[in-house]
């Protein structure tokens, strides 16, 4: 139906293409917030609906990693904690660390997981990205939850020679978790697009993030790293976020609000980067999945 210039206001949805590459439309994207939260409900159920122990994996999951870390990294090889319980340094590095990757690793494959859908009806395609970080979110709160009753175990049942405590840093908590998710979120849209064309890079998302991991303080506190890797490893802006994320909690770590500026930075340059590739990508992505 073709419809006269001077009747737009009889028009309640106008699809038309995007003016510049950073054109994000909010209104389209508030006006979707219900199909924003059925993908997140439809992310949490299809996931766990066949399994025995159901939304349980969320604690499961950080507690056999802990005590995985604690046994190889604590007692066998010896890595410093700062003093820290090794329950709770280890705790605190892979929450964060969940979080971010999980954003990240979910994102990268968004074209090709939905593809099907995208194919067929018009909605803002940043609804489903931002679905996965809405739906990690979830599971980072459980995680969190986690955490503060193992904080509340060690307080009522102290280990010697460790103690720790709530820091003003905890004001930052919000500002923290948003720049795991957007970092996150940046480079999975940069990656989603990427493999589009070049579909070989899918096979290296898991490998690569788990091998960032260890360029990361999760398992380790950046003072116990050797001085001529210190600087490389700081250039990592998750590590400034989780020394952050730790000190706050713990009251151990190297936060600074030089280094949390920092990961905000890059944070911004990469979501930037990230929505600038996926819009000029989503155009025709069709034709190349």
């Known amino acids: 139906m073709i419809k006269e210039e001077g009747n737009s206001e009889d028009w309640d949805l106008i699809i038309k293409g995007s003016t510049s590459l950073f054109d994000i439309n909010f209104q389209d994207i508030w006006r979707y917030r219900d199909l924003l939260f059925m993908f997140v409900k439809r992310d949490f159920v299809s996931f766990y609906k066949q399994t025995i122990l159901g939304p349980l994996w969320f604690f499961i999951q950080p507690i056999f990693t802990t005590i995985v870390f604690t046994f190889v990294f604590g007692n066998l090889a010896g890595i410093s904690t700062d003093g820290l319980p090794q329950q709770l340094f280890y705790l605190t590095g892979i929450t964060s660390w969940n979080y971010f990757s999980d954003c990240l690793t979910k994102t990268s494959t968004v074209f090709k997981d939905n593809a099907n859908i995208f194919g067929k009806v018009y909605f803002p395609r940043l609804i489903m990205p931002l679905s996965i970080v809405v739906s990690n979110l979830v599971r980072f709160g459980v995680q969190l939850l986690l955490l503060i009753i193992m904080m509340?175990?060690?307080?009522?049942?102290?280990?010697?020679?460790?103690?720790?405590?709530?820091?003003?840093?905890?004001?930052?908590?919000?500002?923290?978790?948003?720049?795991?998710?957007?970092?996150?979120?940046?480079?999975?849209?940069?990656?989603?697009?990427?493999?589009?064309?070049?579909?070989?890079?899918?096979?290296?998302?898991?490998?690569?993030?788990?091998?960032?991991?260890?360029?990361?303080?999760?398992?380790?506190?950046?003072?116990?790293?050797?001085?001529?890797?210190?600087?490389?490893?700081?250039?990592?802006?998750?590590?400034?976020?989780?020394?952050?994320?730790?000190?706050?909690?713990?009251?151990?770590?190297?936060?600074?609000?030089?280094?949390?500026?920092?990961?905000?930075?890059?944070?911004?340059?990469?979501?930037?980067?990230?929505?600038?590739?996926?819009?000029?990508?989503?155009?025709?992505?069709?034709?190349?999945?």
């Not at 102290?158 to 709530?166: D, E, I, L, Q």
């Not at 700081?234 to 994320?245: C, D, S």
Request: glycine residues 8%; proline residues 4%; charged residues 10%.
């Open 152 to 289: 509340i175990y060690f307080v009522m049942f102290p280990t010697n020679g460790t103690s720790f405590h709530v820091t003003y840093a905890i004001a930052f908590f919000p500002l923290l978790v948003l720049l795991m998710a957007l970092l996150g979120l940046g480079l999975g849209l940069i990656i989603t697009a990427v493999t589009t064309k070049y579909k070989d890079l899918t096979f290296l998302i898991t490998f690569g993030v788990s091998l960032l991991m260890y360029g990361t303080t999760v398992i380790y506190p950046l003072s116990a790293a050797p001085e001529k890797y210190k600087r490389i490893i700081e250039l990592n802006p998750m590590t400034g976020i989780i020394e952050a994320f730790r000190f706050a909690f713990l009251g151990k770590g190297e936060f600074s609000v030089w280094s949390l500026g920092y990961s905000a930075i890059i944070t911004v340059i990469v979501l930037f980067l990230g929505i600038l590739i996926f819009n000029k990508t989503e155009k025709n992505f069709v034709d190349t999945i």
